[in-house]
Nanobody, 116 residues
Framework: QVQLVESGGGLVQPGESLRLSCKSS????????MAWYRQAPGKQRELVAS???????TYADSVKGRFTISRDNGKSAVYLQMNSLKPEDTAIYYC??????????WGQGTQVTVSS
C-alpha cells in the first residue's frame, strides 16, 4: 500500500509564497499520477493541480498563473509551489496518487493559512 506524507504548510501573509511537498512510498513512483487537492472549512474538497505520469498538468482556474505543480521521480516526490497567496487559498491541502480508477491514496493533509 502506497503511503503519502505532505509537508510545507504554514501561516503566511497575503502575497507571500509557500512550497508544499508530498513524499510517496511507491516503489516505482514514476508510474503514478499525482494531484493536490484542498478543502476549506465548510466546503467540498476541490482539485488544485494534477500531474499525470506522462506528464500532463492541469490546474484549477483559481490558481492558474500562481501555483505550479512539479515532480521529482528520483525523490518520489511531488511539489506545489504557491505564489501570490490569497486568503481564499486557506485550506487543508491533500496529496493524492493513483494509477487506476480504483486505487486512490491520500495523504494526511497539511494546513495552509493565509492571513494578515
Amino acid at each position: 500500500q502506497v503511503q503519502l506524507v505532505e509537508s510545507g504548510g504554514g501561516l503566511v501573509q497575503p502575497g507571500e509564497s509557500l512550497r508544499l511537498s508530498c513524499k510517496s512510498s511507491a516503489r516505482i513512483f514514476s508510474m503514478y499520477n499525482m494531484a493536490w487537492y484542498r478543502q476549506a472549512p465548510g466546503k467540498q474538497r476541490e482539485l488544485v493541480a494534477s500531474m499525470t505520469n506522462s506528464p500532463r498538468t492541469t490546474y484549477a482556474d483559481s490558481v492558474k498563473g500562481r501555483f505550479t505543480i512539479s515532480r521529482d521521480n528520483g525523490k518520489s516526490a511531488v511539489y506545489l509551489q504557491m505564489n501570490s497567496l490569497k486568503p481564499e487559498d486557506t485550506a487543508i491541502y491533500y496529496c493524492k496518487s493513483w494509477r487506476y480508477d480504483w486505487d486512490d491514496v491520500w495523504g494526511q493533509g497539511t494546513q495552509v493559512t493565509v492571513s494578515s
